[in-house]
């Protein structure tokens, strides 16, 4: 991974449009927006194509389909991922002789963070009709609202869990306890685990990396003679083991060779291609200052179309919706092309094993990998 200089958020595309951005036609009752993020949603989403426009807009690009990206355990051949091994102290993590896959699971993570970024932001001015409610979804649940200072008449359908604003990244899902998970990933070697036994353990290991028959191929002819261990040879060397062979003890972002933290962090982000991912208030907060500033072109842009002298005059002549109020215009169907932009260009920075600036990243393990290229560190963060 390389490290560069922090990116100052300058938009591409930021800048004010010469025409009249906003429709200037009845909205359809229909279109409406998907603001609430889940990341299951989102998931299947980037698997299905479905992609960040809701329905088909009726001036501007449709979004409403994209590429298709499976979850990279979904994937089949040489892009299937379900397992890595890790290096510590430049060796290979054995068990009973064998190098030890641990299992890794990646998370469908928001380019555009819908509750963390998106939510209360003054974008959402320019993307949401005047009156109606939200559903922004807080803790899981449910919480529609209407927009406060909406200026439209009308959603511009924007699908925040659509595929195009999705990216998989790697986390400590598999190793930490996460939903079928190991719960490897401790403070130091002796902690007792919380839920499981060392044969249930050992279980949802081979669970996790789904070793089938189709997993280890032969090395020779000899169907006996395999590339690496069988499924139950692997449950009963785990169950036996001490915990020490294979727990994940260290400290949380200490970058050191010999903190086997550290090389299972390393070792997904380079099988993922993409940066490790937990909490990332800092990510958000950057995304923030992007929209900050496509907002306030719209603001520029509705300012110069809402003046009565010298304004749209296709505005003044717009097919109004009845009883909408006289501030408020039709709605940007073009601002879902420029969340698009925003997705990749974060995407740019996080979907990838190269670290391309200093202050956007998904994860503090990211940002203490940082720290340790700056000049005069003394930490030697290579594995």
């Not at 032969?218 to 692997?234: I, R, V």
């Amino acid at each position: 991974m390389e490290v560069g200089e922090p990116v100052t958020v300058a938009i591409p595309g930021q800048n004010t449009e010469e025409k009249c951005p906003f429709s200037h036609t009845k909205p359809n009752p229909k279109e409406k927006n998907e603001l609430g993020g889940i990341g299951s949603t989102l998931g299947n989403n980037m698997a299905a194509g479905t992609g960040i426009n809701k329905s088909a807009p009726p001036t501007g690009n449709d979004y409403t389909k994209g590429n298709l990206e499976k979850d990279p355990r979904d994937r089949s051949g040489a892009d299937k991922l379900t397992s890595i091994y890790i290096r510590v102290n430049n060796k290979v993590v054995t068990l009973k002789g064998k190098d030890l896959p641990y299992p890794l699971t990646c998370a469908a993570h928001h380019l555009v963070p819908a509750q963390e970024s998106l939510k209360k932001h003054k974008i959402l001015k320019f993307m949401c009709k005047d009156g109606e409610s939200q559903d922004f979804r807080s803790s899981g649940g449910a919480a529609p609202a209407a927009v406060d200072g909406s200026a439209v008449w009308g959603n511009v359908a924007y699908n925040v869990n659509g595929c195009h604003n999705g990216v998989w990244l790697p986390g400590n899902y598999a190793v930490g306890a996460g939903v079928g998970g190991v719960e490897v990933w401790k403070s130091r070697s002796s902690d007792e685990r919380g839920t499981f036994s060392n044969a249930q353990a050992a279980d949802n290991w081979v669970s996790a990396i789904d070793m089938g028959p189709d997993v280890w191929q032969p090395l020779s002819n000899d169907p006996q003679e395999t590339e690496g261990p069988q499924p139950g040879a692997l449950g009963s060397a785990l169950a036996s083991a001490s915990k020490a062979d294979y727990m994940l003890a260290g400290t949380n972002y200490h970058i050191d060779p010999g903190n086997p933290k550290w090389a299972y962090v390393k070792a997904a982000m380079d099988a993922a291609s993409g940066q490790f991912h937990d909490r990332h208030e800092s990510y958000s907060g950057e995304v923030k200052k992007y929209l900050n500033k496509v907002a306030e072109a719209y603001q520029q842009m509705y300012d110069k179309s809402i003046k009565k002298a010298g304004g749209c005059d296709e505005c003044k002549k717009a097919d109004r919706p009845d009883g909408a109020k006289e501030s408020l215009l039709g709605p940007p169907y073009g601002i879902v092309g420029r969340l698009l932009a925003a997705a990749e260009f974060f995407k740019s920075h996080v979907g990838t094993n190269v670290v391309t600036s200093a202050n956007i990243y998904t994860s503090k393990w990211v940002m203490a990998w940082i720290e340790t290229k700056k000049p005069g560190s003394t930490s030697v963060p290579s594995l």
